[in-house]
């Protein structure tokens, strides 16, 4: 079923609260958003659909109507990392530009080219009414006042099977519309706070909880210094991480202090709550030089032992040490699992897992983080499989079985299979980057073995197909999966599974490696 949607639109209509100060400045609404979609029919016969329009109304809390005091105003909306600038006609209307498109059974929706939504499965209508939730935020700003968010949100989709259209309404039930005031925290950094042996020609980040307004992420809210003396280097911003890069290498066996300032806001203009500030201490010449690539960026999905967009399945029992989510994908799609869910609905439990259970369906803020974690996924697949230059191409004609692997950048053209025991020999510092061209197959029994102090944290598999580990057999490192991911019966992980689709466990073992 294929059918292609040309651009439509959406409209936001704002209501004002009334300024007892100033009567008649306009000022964004903060209360009450509600959210609705409509898709409707454009053919009996099979599910396609036309797309209607997305509306987000604001309710002042003193009327139900929507007063048009924004007219003539210029107001800016924000949906991730886009954003669209509007003049507010005479009723207070923006008009905002979406497309949709319905291919292979999947209803995406797009803003300026950012992908808002995307209901996944929608092949599987069978006469009866469906519902799926999805999450969607919009954040609204005009001069001199600080951004508003709009909605940020679980939104139900309805399927009507009887009369052959969708449309959708919000907030889910159990959920109210979430104004974002909580600050950012920083989850991860590399090298680790205390670090002993960080290496002298390596970057240092900073990974924060949620996606950060770039602009705030830059030379002045992130320094790094020894002892009181700063250190030359410069500033980005990727995948929800602050990255310091030096202009030369680090001195061996000192001591560094990096931070990052309050003046680092999220997307909804909260800041750091406190500066953070983290030490380590460079190892000695030889051990502190790393080898290989620099490592591949995980983001928000680093925190994360297992992340799929379309679900995650187990035969149990499976033993799963760390956190586990789907999304866009709702909780039903994680089956097998025995899901407990807690009482805030804000994660679930289980006792194949050790760690929590999240969900895109479930309540704020895990939609928009689990958002913030598949696309910080699908930024590192992105990243490990441009990677030029490799140190080795084609090795073993796509079978590396017996090998003894150095730290480097591998690259093949063909699908990768392992069909007897294979060695990553390197030191604590180096980095392994894979970049599969189709998919890679590990054979019954078979294992990975690290040797020289090499870390799973640090051994990266970039694969375009389906990653596929045989009966009790035993691998390591981080799999970036394009598809999915299968783990046959007594296998076992130490390292993370990331698949852009779906992943299956079959009384397997996932131990994420350790920080």
């Known amino acids: 079923m294929r059918t292609t949607f040309g651009l439509l639109c959406a409209w936001l209509c704002l209501g004002i609260v009334a300024c007892a100060s100033s009567a008649h400045a306009a000022t964004l609404p903060t209360d009450k958003i509600r959210f609705k ?24 809390t003193t009327g139900k ?21 509007g003049v507010a006609d005479a009723k207070g209307k923006v008009v905002l530009p979406f497309s949709a498109k319905l291919k292979n059974s999947k209803l995406t929706l797009k803003f300026k080219g950012l992908q808002l939504i995307s209901l996944f499965p929608l092949d599987t209508i069978d006469g009866k009414d469906k519902t799926v939730p999805v999450h969607f935020s919009v954040t609204a700003s005009m001069a001199g006042q600080a951004p508003v968010v709009l909605v940020d949100e679980n939104v139900v989709l309805i399927y009507k099977a009887r009369k052959g259209n969708l449309s959708g309404k919000g907030p889910a039930p159990g959920l109210a519309p979430n104004l974002d005031t909580t600050s950012p925290t920083v989850v991860a950094t590399n090298p680790l706070n205390g670090a002993a042996d960080a290496p002298i020609n390596r970057t240092i980040t900073a990974t924060f909880s949620e996606q950060m307004d770039a602009s705030t992420i830059g030379a002045a809210t992130m320094t790094l210094q020894q002892g009181t003396t700063p250190v030359a280097g410069s500033v980005s911003y990727s995948g929800a991480a602050a990255v310091f890069t030096p202009t030369g290498a680090l001195l061996p066996s000192t001591v560094y202090t990096a931070t990052i300032t309050t003046g680092a806001k999220d997307l909804a203009g909260n800041a750091l709550a406190t500066n953070f500030i983290w030490n380590f201490t460079t190892g000695s010449t030889g051990p502190s030089i790393a080898k290989g690539p620099a490592p591949v960026g995980l983001g928000v999905a680093g925190n994360f032992a297992i992340l799929a967009k379309s679900g995650i399945d187990t035969v149990p029992t499976s033993a799963v040490t760390g956190d586990i989510g789907v999304s866009p994908a709702a909780a039903s799609f994680i089956t097998g699992f025995g899901l407990t869910a807690d009482s805030s609905n804000v994660f679930s439990t289980s006792p194949q897992v050790t760690g929590k259970v999240y969900a895109a369906n479930y309540a704020v803020p895990t939609p928009s983080n689990l958002t913030t974690a598949v696309s910080n996924m699908e930024t590192a697949y992105t990243d490990a499989a441009g990677r030029p230059t490799p140190d080795f191409s084609d090795l073993g004609a796509g079978d590396i079985s017996g090998l003894t692997l150095v730290p480097g950048l591998y690259k093949w053209g063909t699908g990768l299979s392992i069909n007897t025991d294979v060695t990553l020999a390197g030191g604590p510092n180096d980095v392994w980057i894979f970049q599969v061209a189709q998919g890679i197959t590990q054979a019954n029994g078979t294992k990975m073995i690290l040797s020289g102090g090499a870390l799973a944290k640090n051994i990266f598999w970039q694969s375009a197909g389906v990653v596929s580990v045989g009966t009790t057999a035993h691998f390591e490192g981080v799999i970036l999966s394009q598809t999915s991911i299968s783990f046959d019966t007594g296998s076992t992980i130490n390292g993370r599974l990331l698949a852009q689709t779906a992943v299956t466990l079959k009384s397997s073992t996932v131990t994420q490696p350790a920080p």
């Not at 454009?42 to 036309?50: F, I, N, R």
């Not at 924004?70 to 990392?81: C, D, E, M, N, W």
């Open 65 to 85: 109507k929507p007063v048009p005091s924004l007219a003539g105003q210029t107001v800016t909306f924000t949906i991730g990392s886009a954003s669209f600038q």
């Open 37 to 60: 979609i409509k898709v409707g029919k454009e053919d009996k016969s099979v599910l396609h659909t036309t797309f209607v329009g997305v509306n987000v109304i604001g309710l002042p």
